[in-house]
Protein backbone atom coordinates (compact mmCIF):
# COMPACT_ATOMS: atom_id res chain seq x y z
CA UNK A 1 0.00 0.00 0.00
CA UNK A 2 1.36 3.47 -0.83
CA UNK A 3 2.44 5.88 2.10
CA UNK A 4 0.24 8.20 3.26
CA UNK A 5 0.97 11.95 2.12
CA UNK A 6 -0.70 12.68 5.72
CA UNK A 7 -3.63 14.80 7.02
CA UNK A 8 -5.05 17.38 4.89
CA UNK A 9 -7.68 19.87 6.35
CA UNK A 10 -10.26 21.24 3.89
CA UNK A 11 -12.58 24.02 5.07
CA UNK A 12 -15.66 24.27 3.64
CA UNK A 13 -15.76 20.38 2.60
CA UNK A 14 -19.94 20.18 3.35
CA UNK A 15 -20.32 21.10 -0.65
CA UNK A 16 -19.25 22.01 -4.12
CA UNK A 17 -15.29 22.23 -4.69
CA UNK A 18 -14.89 21.41 -0.63
CA UNK A 19 -16.33 18.09 -1.18
CA UNK A 20 -14.64 17.63 -4.33
CA UNK A 21 -11.49 18.36 -2.76
CA UNK A 22 -11.57 16.00 0.18
CA UNK A 23 -12.40 13.30 -2.19
CA UNK A 24 -9.94 13.59 -4.71
CA UNK A 25 -7.30 13.94 -2.25
CA UNK A 26 -8.48 10.70 -0.43
CA UNK A 27 -7.93 9.39 -3.59
CA UNK A 28 -4.62 10.83 -4.01
CA UNK A 29 -3.43 9.12 -0.60
CA UNK A 30 -3.99 12.23 2.48
CA UNK A 31 -6.10 11.51 5.28
CA UNK A 32 -8.45 14.21 5.49
CA UNK A 33 -10.36 16.38 7.58
CA UNK A 34 -13.37 17.63 5.70
CA UNK A 35 -15.08 20.68 7.68
CA UNK A 36 -17.89 22.86 7.79
CA UNK A 37 -20.91 23.74 9.68
CA UNK A 38 -23.46 21.36 8.29
CA UNK A 39 -22.68 18.34 10.04
CA UNK A 40 -25.58 15.78 8.09
CA UNK A 41 -24.06 17.06 4.63
CA UNK A 42 -20.21 15.97 6.15
CA UNK A 43 -21.53 12.93 6.48
CA UNK A 44 -22.47 12.03 3.19
CA UNK A 45 -18.89 13.47 2.02
CA UNK A 46 -16.90 11.39 4.34
CA UNK A 47 -19.27 8.13 3.42
CA UNK A 48 -17.19 8.44 0.38
CA UNK A 49 -14.15 6.90 1.44
CA UNK A 50 -12.57 5.53 4.99
CA UNK A 51 -10.09 8.39 4.27
CA UNK A 52 -11.91 11.39 5.20
CA UNK A 53 -13.70 12.35 8.34
CA UNK A 54 -16.24 15.00 9.13
CA UNK A 55 -15.30 17.23 11.47
CA UNK A 56 -17.77 20.53 12.36
CA UNK A 57 -15.93 23.87 12.31
CA UNK A 58 -17.03 27.13 12.04
CA UNK A 59 -14.66 29.36 10.52
CA UNK A 60 -15.82 32.54 11.70
CA UNK A 61 -16.05 31.36 15.41
CA UNK A 62 -12.53 31.34 17.16
CA UNK A 63 -13.41 28.58 19.32
CA UNK A 64 -14.68 26.44 16.61
CA UNK A 65 -10.93 26.89 15.34
CA UNK A 66 -9.44 26.52 18.48
CA UNK A 67 -11.18 22.90 19.08
CA UNK A 68 -10.32 22.18 15.50
CA UNK A 69 -6.92 23.01 15.99
CA UNK A 70 -6.39 21.09 19.62
CA UNK A 71 -7.71 18.02 17.13
CA UNK A 72 -4.97 18.40 14.63
CA UNK A 73 -1.67 19.54 17.64
CA UNK A 74 -3.32 15.77 18.62
CA UNK A 75 -1.94 14.28 15.80
CA UNK A 76 1.53 12.59 16.30
CA UNK A 77 2.94 13.77 12.48
CA UNK A 78 1.89 17.25 12.04
CA UNK A 79 -0.53 18.71 9.37
CA UNK A 80 0.48 17.80 5.22
CA UNK A 81 -2.12 20.32 3.97
CA UNK A 82 -4.50 23.14 4.53
CA UNK A 83 -6.91 24.04 2.02
CA UNK A 84 -8.98 27.62 2.81
CA UNK A 85 -12.13 27.17 0.79
CA UNK A 86 -14.84 28.13 3.00
CA UNK A 87 -16.67 30.38 1.75
CA UNK A 88 -18.90 32.05 -1.08
CA UNK A 89 -20.73 35.29 -2.54
CA UNK A 90 -23.46 37.18 -0.04
CA UNK A 91 -25.64 39.59 -3.29
CA UNK A 92 -25.28 41.55 -6.02
CA UNK A 93 -26.04 44.36 -5.74
CA UNK A 94 -23.82 47.61 -7.11
CA UNK A 95 -22.32 49.49 -4.22
CA UNK A 96 -24.78 52.31 -4.13
CA UNK A 97 -27.41 49.53 -2.81
CA UNK A 98 -25.27 46.63 -0.84
CA UNK A 99 -25.83 45.56 2.67
CA UNK A 100 -23.00 46.40 4.92
CA UNK A 101 -24.26 43.03 6.78
CA UNK A 102 -23.67 40.69 3.54
CA UNK A 103 -19.79 42.41 2.92
CA UNK A 104 -19.25 41.56 6.93
CA UNK A 105 -20.46 38.58 6.09
CA UNK A 106 -18.14 37.58 2.86
CA UNK A 107 -15.29 38.87 4.98
CA UNK A 108 -16.18 36.85 8.03
CA UNK A 109 -15.76 33.80 5.87
CA UNK A 110 -13.58 34.48 2.86
CA UNK A 111 -10.99 36.43 4.47
CA UNK A 112 -11.00 36.47 8.35
CA UNK A 113 -11.85 32.62 8.69
CA UNK A 114 -9.11 32.20 6.61
CA UNK A 115 -6.54 33.87 8.55
CA UNK A 116 -7.80 32.40 11.64
CA UNK A 117 -7.89 29.02 10.65
CA UNK A 118 -4.05 29.48 9.18
CA UNK A 119 -2.88 31.09 11.86
CA UNK A 120 -4.25 28.51 14.76
CA UNK A 121 -2.75 25.79 12.34
CA UNK A 122 0.59 27.34 11.12
CA UNK A 123 2.77 25.24 14.01
CA UNK A 124 1.18 22.47 13.25
CA UNK A 125 2.24 23.02 9.44
CA UNK A 126 5.31 23.45 10.80
CA UNK A 127 5.92 20.31 13.08
CA UNK A 128 6.14 17.87 10.24
CA UNK A 129 7.88 17.26 7.14
CA UNK A 130 6.60 20.34 5.26
CA UNK A 131 3.20 22.05 5.52
CA UNK A 132 1.16 23.22 2.22
CA UNK A 133 -1.82 25.99 2.50
CA UNK A 134 -3.36 26.52 -0.52
CA UNK A 135 -6.49 29.04 -1.04
CA UNK A 136 -9.51 28.75 -3.21
CA UNK A 137 -9.60 32.49 -4.41
CA UNK A 138 -11.27 33.44 -7.52
CA UNK A 139 -10.80 35.45 -10.51
CA UNK A 140 -13.10 38.05 -8.58
CA UNK A 141 -9.78 38.66 -6.16
CA UNK A 142 -8.45 39.52 -10.18
CA UNK A 143 -10.84 41.99 -11.68
CA UNK A 144 -14.02 43.06 -10.88
CA UNK A 145 -17.20 43.40 -12.56
CA UNK A 146 -20.72 45.01 -11.69
CA UNK A 147 -22.28 44.10 -8.50
CA UNK A 148 -19.53 42.17 -7.37
CA UNK A 149 -17.44 44.63 -5.11
CA UNK A 150 -17.86 42.93 -1.79
CA UNK A 151 -16.84 39.18 -3.40
CA UNK A 152 -14.24 41.00 -5.42
CA UNK A 153 -13.30 43.22 -2.45
CA UNK A 154 -13.08 39.77 -0.03
CA UNK A 155 -11.32 38.13 -2.61
CA UNK A 156 -9.11 40.25 -3.05
CA UNK A 157 -7.82 40.56 0.77
CA UNK A 158 -7.64 36.94 1.05
CA UNK A 159 -5.02 36.64 -1.95
CA UNK A 160 -3.15 39.77 -0.18
CA UNK A 161 -3.07 37.29 2.46
CA UNK A 162 -1.90 34.77 0.76
CA UNK A 163 1.04 36.81 -1.32
CA UNK A 164 1.91 38.11 2.03
CA UNK A 165 1.99 34.72 3.74
CA UNK A 166 4.11 33.02 1.01
CA UNK A 167 6.85 36.34 1.77
CA UNK A 168 6.76 36.25 5.55
CA UNK A 169 7.22 32.12 5.68
CA UNK A 170 9.97 32.61 3.15
CA UNK A 171 12.77 30.43 4.63
CA UNK A 172 9.89 27.74 6.29
CA UNK A 173 9.37 24.60 5.16
CA UNK A 174 5.78 25.82 4.27
CA UNK A 175 4.32 26.03 0.68
CA UNK A 176 1.84 28.76 -0.15
CA UNK A 177 -0.45 28.42 -3.37
CA UNK A 178 -3.99 30.04 -4.72
CA UNK A 179 -6.00 27.95 -7.07
CA UNK A 180 -8.39 30.63 -8.69
CA UNK A 181 -11.25 29.76 -10.42
CA UNK A 182 -13.87 31.33 -12.88
CA UNK A 183 -17.36 30.38 -13.29
CA UNK A 184 -18.29 26.73 -11.45
CA UNK A 185 -21.65 25.40 -11.56
CA UNK A 186 -21.71 24.25 -7.76
CA UNK A 187 -25.10 23.43 -6.67
CA UNK A 188 -25.29 25.94 -3.99
CA UNK A 189 -22.73 28.87 -4.27
CA UNK A 190 -25.29 31.05 -6.59
CA UNK A 191 -28.10 29.58 -4.55
CA UNK A 192 -26.29 30.84 -1.41
CA UNK A 193 -25.61 34.40 -3.39
CA UNK A 194 -29.19 34.72 -4.56
CA UNK A 195 -30.00 33.67 -0.72
CA UNK A 196 -32.17 31.10 -2.15
CA UNK A 197 -33.42 32.02 -5.33
CA UNK A 198 -33.53 29.37 -7.79
CA UNK A 199 -34.30 31.08 -11.12
CA UNK A 200 -31.51 33.30 -10.50
CA UNK A 201 -29.28 31.12 -9.52
CA UNK A 202 -29.89 28.80 -12.83
CA UNK A 203 -29.62 31.52 -14.78
CA UNK A 204 -25.84 32.52 -13.84
CA UNK A 205 -25.17 29.49 -16.08
CA UNK A 206 -27.90 30.16 -18.62
CA UNK A 207 -26.73 29.20 -22.21
CA UNK A 208 -22.89 28.30 -21.29
CA UNK A 209 -21.78 25.12 -22.66
CA UNK A 210 -19.77 23.48 -20.11
CA UNK A 211 -19.25 25.89 -16.93
CA UNK A 212 -16.44 24.33 -14.83
CA UNK A 213 -17.22 21.40 -12.36
CA UNK A 214 -16.37 21.30 -8.37
CA UNK A 215 -14.60 18.20 -9.63
CA UNK A 216 -12.45 19.94 -12.38
CA UNK A 217 -11.71 22.45 -9.21
CA UNK A 218 -10.85 20.02 -6.88
CA UNK A 219 -8.53 18.35 -9.52
CA UNK A 220 -6.23 21.27 -9.68
CA UNK A 221 -6.21 21.82 -6.22
CA UNK A 222 -5.37 18.19 -5.82
CA UNK A 223 -2.35 18.58 -8.75
CA UNK A 224 -1.35 21.75 -6.79
CA UNK A 225 -0.93 19.59 -3.49
CA UNK A 226 0.72 17.13 -5.02
CA UNK A 227 3.59 18.50 -6.36
CA UNK A 228 7.41 17.76 -4.50
CA UNK A 229 7.73 19.49 -1.39
CA UNK A 230 10.13 21.85 -3.10
CA UNK A 231 7.68 23.14 -5.86
CA UNK A 232 5.60 26.25 -5.45
CA UNK A 233 2.45 26.86 -7.34
CA UNK A 234 1.67 30.33 -6.73
CA UNK A 235 -1.57 30.77 -8.43
CA UNK A 236 -3.47 28.65 -11.01
CA UNK A 237 -6.29 30.32 -12.88
CA UNK A 238 -8.84 28.05 -14.01
CA UNK A 239 -11.89 29.10 -16.35
CA UNK A 240 -14.00 26.98 -18.63
CA UNK A 241 -13.13 27.70 -22.01
CA UNK A 242 -16.26 29.78 -22.23
CA UNK A 243 -15.42 32.21 -20.42
CA UNK A 244 -12.66 34.70 -21.52
CA UNK A 245 -12.90 37.14 -18.51
CA UNK A 246 -15.37 37.59 -15.04
CA UNK A 247 -17.82 39.14 -17.80
CA UNK A 248 -16.73 37.88 -20.60
CA UNK A 249 -18.82 34.90 -21.57
CA UNK A 250 -19.92 32.93 -23.88
CA UNK A 251 -23.96 32.38 -23.78
CA UNK A 252 -24.35 30.42 -27.46
CA UNK A 253 -24.80 27.20 -26.54
N1 LIG B 1 -18.76 28.40 -7.58
C1 LIG B 1 -17.99 29.31 -8.17
O1 LIG B 1 -18.32 29.81 -9.27
C2 LIG B 1 -16.70 29.75 -7.53
C3 LIG B 1 -15.79 30.43 -8.33
C4 LIG B 1 -14.60 30.87 -7.78
C5 LIG B 1 -14.33 30.63 -6.45
N2 LIG B 1 -15.23 29.98 -5.66
C6 LIG B 1 -14.88 29.80 -4.25
O2 LIG B 1 -14.80 28.41 -3.99
C7 LIG B 1 -15.12 28.15 -2.63
C8 LIG B 1 -16.17 27.07 -2.57
O3 LIG B 1 -17.30 27.50 -3.31
P1 LIG B 1 -18.42 26.49 -3.86
O4 LIG B 1 -18.76 26.93 -5.23
O5 LIG B 1 -18.04 25.08 -3.62
O6 LIG B 1 -19.64 26.95 -2.94
P2 LIG B 1 -20.56 26.16 -1.89
O7 LIG B 1 -21.01 24.87 -2.48
O8 LIG B 1 -21.58 27.16 -1.47
O9 LIG B 1 -19.56 25.83 -0.70
C9 LIG B 1 -19.22 26.72 0.30
C10 LIG B 1 -18.70 25.93 1.48
O10 LIG B 1 -18.27 26.84 2.49
C11 LIG B 1 -18.79 26.38 3.72
N3 LIG B 1 -18.91 27.49 4.67
C12 LIG B 1 -19.61 28.63 4.52
N4 LIG B 1 -19.53 29.37 5.65
C13 LIG B 1 -18.74 28.66 6.53
C14 LIG B 1 -18.31 28.87 7.86
N5 LIG B 1 -18.66 29.97 8.53
N6 LIG B 1 -17.52 27.95 8.45
C15 LIG B 1 -17.18 26.82 7.76
N7 LIG B 1 -17.56 26.55 6.51
C16 LIG B 1 -18.34 27.47 5.90
C17 LIG B 1 -20.12 25.74 3.40
O11 LIG B 1 -20.46 24.77 4.38
P3 LIG B 1 -21.49 24.95 5.58
O12 LIG B 1 -22.59 25.84 5.11
O13 LIG B 1 -21.91 23.54 5.87
O14 LIG B 1 -20.68 25.52 6.70
C18 LIG B 1 -19.76 25.03 2.09
O15 LIG B 1 -19.19 23.77 2.36
C19 LIG B 1 -15.54 29.50 -2.03
O16 LIG B 1 -14.45 30.08 -1.35
C20 LIG B 1 -15.91 30.32 -3.26
O17 LIG B 1 -15.76 31.70 -3.02
C21 LIG B 1 -16.41 29.53 -6.18
Same mark, same amino acid.
Not at 1 to 6: D, L, V
Not at 90 to 96: H, I, N, T, Y
Given at each position: ??????LAV???AS?? !??A =?? =??Q???????VW???R???R????A????? !?? %??T +???TS?D?? &?? $??A???A?????? +??VNN???A?? *???? %?E?????????F /???? +??AM????S +???AL? &??S???I???G?I??Y??Y????G?? &????????M?E????? $???RPI??????????A??? #????? #?????A?????YDGV??? $????DV??V !?? #?VATR????? !?? *????K?L? /?????? $??RR?
Open positions: MATSRGVTGSG !IG =AT =ARLASAGFTACARVDLAEVAASPA !IT %AV +LDVASV &AE $LTRVNERDGLA +LLAGGVG *LEPV %AADPADWLTM /QTNV +LGRVTQ +LLPE &AGGGHVLTSAGSVEGGAYS &AAKYAARAMTLRLE $LNGRVSEVAPGLVTEE #FSLVR #FRGDARAAAVAEP $LTAEAD !IT #FPAHVN !ID *LAVVPA /QAAPYK $LDR
